[in-house]
């Protein structure tokens, strides 16, 4: 198993970018497939990218497609999302969290942080 913990979410303005982290303990980092997820007050948590077990594949949120980037670094046991082009509506907790399957669900996310929050003022 793995346990996830993010870090770099802060008040950033609108245009800005961000990276954040995500530290994954576990001897088996490598194996899972490590997905972003974030939560807007008041809405339900969503889906925003996902990176494989090999770093080969990515896949992102529509919302999101063009201006972030995921990628890893298993030997650091480190995942990260660059976000550029930031916008008022990307405002929410992000999440890191790892998967056996390749999938977009949050159900098939086993393990998980307890989020950064990220605030894009206009």
């Known amino acids: 198993q793995v346990q996830p913990a993010e870090s770099g979410g802060r008040l950033v303005q609108a245009g800005d970018s961000l990276t954040l982290s995500c530290a994954a303990s576990?001897?088996?980092?490598?194996?899972?497939?490590m997905g972003w997820f974030r939560q807007a007050p008041g809405r339900e948590r969503e889906f925003v990218a996902a990176?494989?077990?090999?770093?080969?594949?990515?896949h992102y949120a529509s919302s999101v497609k063009g201006r972030f980037t995921a990628s890893r670094d298993n030997a650091k046991n480190m995942v990260y999302l660059l976000m550029n082009s930031l916008k008022p509506e990307d405002t929410a907790v992000y999440y890191c969290?790892?998967?056996?399957?390749?999938?977009?669900?949050?159900?098939?996310?086993?393990?998980w942080g307890q989020g950064t929050q990220v605030t894009v003022s206009s």
């Open positions: 990176i494989d077990w090999s770093a080969k594949s990515t």
């Open positions: 969290a790892a998967a056996r399957p390749w999938s977009v669900l949050i159900e098939e996310y086993d393990y």
């Open positions: 576990g001897r088996t980092f490598s194996s899972y497939n």
